[in-house]
């Protein structure tokens, strides 16, 4: 009868209950204490569960070798040259251990050291960022332009023959046949509601007959103003924060929060732009369909060239841009700024051209087609002001609208009668009259919407709210 863990035969042999293994008992109770489990089958083993056997006390005998002292001191030996072998190689394991250890903690402290510095770099970018001006200090104290690049020649062409063109027939251009007329806009109503799965609505578009209606979830709906319902979706996988036609409604631009400005045809992405260090807040086209403009909150404005697919040139403002849109003869380029500044800049060479003050971060913008007026509001206002370009200063603010509710988007019709305002508190319509110089009221309605467009001859209104709820506004019956 030997023990199941030393081989020899136990002095006190004790035997498992389960499995009927012998074992030492103080071997097995020690191993018990550690482990909880019995050493042969691993299976779990308290020491209740040995039982004592009762057996004669076995007598080992003394080895031969260990009858003399030669014997004895020869043993005595051959175990502290085990003892003193063991040692050095628990020194040598030591030494190896203190050398990978100084080693990890090395690479540990200059990995440290390097997300420090590069944290510290980052930071410090964020800072210069978040300081750029259109201006840096020189050493007589006095104010050095940076340098903002102009349009290439071939685009600097088409920007002067665009307005010399549109200017020239503009103050003739007479009123579409079929527009709406003043009666019809006062008895606009909701004539469909649909609900589109595009949480968190941030922009619209519209081109004919169909809407683009983009979120800040990616999501973009297609929308048929004719059937008034939902055709189609495109997933654009970044947050939409401004939505563009062109091309006679062929191609998509998107502007999205991580800076990018997307191009779409057919549905499917063709180019993407990452020219921004920050969100894109708003895009733009040129009357000429040559050159698209994004702006964002890094306090840039860059100008595509369409043909190609290239960036063509990039201006800087000294606060960041909240919405940027085109004059309608394409010279001038408007920017709403955080500091609650609108620039007007030259589209050419992206110098300043004039600069008009709302006192609060820009919201919304829109150009008249007249191409004197432009309607502006800012955040937390509840009125909108009408600028006139012919004027300057505070002569310029020739109307200050009330809404009676904040603004988060304005429309103005292609006549340049109309001006639709959206926002928490509803849609309106304020009306310019040419011939007696004044304005009107012609529409309130409680349709809550953050978004407003024009559809086709002013027929319709189209109003987006954040949650994706479109409502299609028509004369009624």
């Not at 042999?13 to 103080?26: C, D, I, L, M, W």
Request: charge should be negative; aromatic fraction near 6%; include cysteine.
């Amino acid at each position: 009868m030997l023990c199941a863990i030393s081989g020899e035969a136990p002095q006190e042999p004790v035997a498992s209950r389960k499995n009927g293994t012998v074992y030492e008992k103080r071997l097995v109770e020690k191993y018990i204490e550690e482990n909880g489990k019995d050493p042969v089958t691993g299976e779990e083993l308290s020491i209740d569960d040995l039982l004592p056997l009762k057996t004669e006390r076995i007598v080992a005998p003394r080895p031969p070798t260990l009858t003399s002292i030669p014997a004895l001191l020869a043993t005595f030996q051959n175990e502290w040259d085990a003892v003193a072998l063991e040692r050095y190689s628990l020194k040598e394991q030591l030494a190896r251990t203190r050398e990978e250890l100084a080693t990890a903690l090395y690479q540990l402290d200059g990995a440290t050291r390097v997300i420090e510095r590069l944290s510290r770099e980052r930071d410090e970018a964020r800072d210069a960022l978040s300081k750029v001006t259109v201006s840096v200090g020189i050493s007589n104290g006095e104010a050095m332009a940076v340098d903002n690049e102009g349009l290439p020649e071939a685009l600097v062409a088409a920007v002067e023959e665009t307005q010399a063109k549109l200017s020239k027939s503009r103050k003739k251009r007479p009123i579409p046949e079929g527009w709406v007329t003043s009666d019809e806009v006062s008895s606009f109503k909701p004539s469909s509601t649909d609900s589109l799965p595009v949480p968190q609505t941030s922009s619209a578009a519209v081109q004919g007959a169909y809407a683009a209606i983009g979120g800040l979830e990616g999501d973009v709906a297609i929308f048929s103003l004719e059937a008034g319902a939902m055709e189609r979706t495109i997933k654009v996988d970044e947050p939409v924060t401004d939505t563009l036609w062109a091309d006679s409604g062929k191609v998509l631009f998107f502007a999205t929060s991580k800076g990018s400005v997307k191009r779409f045809d057919g549905g499917s992405e063709v180019a993407s732009f990452s020219e921004h260090a920050g969100p894109a807040t708003a895009i733009s086209m040129h009357p000429s369909g040559q050159i698209l403009a994004s702006v964002g909150s890094d306090k840039s404005i860059v100008f595509y060239n369409i043909a190609d697919m290239s960036r063509a040139s990039r201006v800087y403002t000294n606060s960041s841009i909240t919405t940027g849109v085109f004059h309608p003869d394409g010279h001038f380029f408007a920017a709403g700024t955080t500091s609650g500044d609108i620039k007007l800049l030259m589209t050419v060479n992206g110098e300043e051209a004039a600069s008009f003050s709302l006192g609060a971060p820009v919201r919304a913008l829109a150009f008249s087609e007249n191409g004197f007026f432009f309607a502006a509001t800012a955040k937390g206002q509840s009125s909108v002001t009408v600028f006139d370009l012919r004027k300057e200063g505070e002569a310029a603010k020739v109307k200050v609208l009330d809404i009676g509710g904040a603004v988060e988007s304005l429309a103005w019709d292609y006549s340049g009668q109309f001006l639709a305002t959206a926002g928490p508190s509803g849609v309106t319509v304020q009306q310019y009259t040419k011939s007696a110089k004044s304005w009107s009221e012609p529409l309130r309605t409680a349709v809550v919407s953050a978004c407003v467009r024009w559809c086709p001859l002013a027929k319709k209104l189209l109003a987006v709210s954040s949650d994706g709820v479109v409502s299609v506004l028509a004369a009624g019956e």
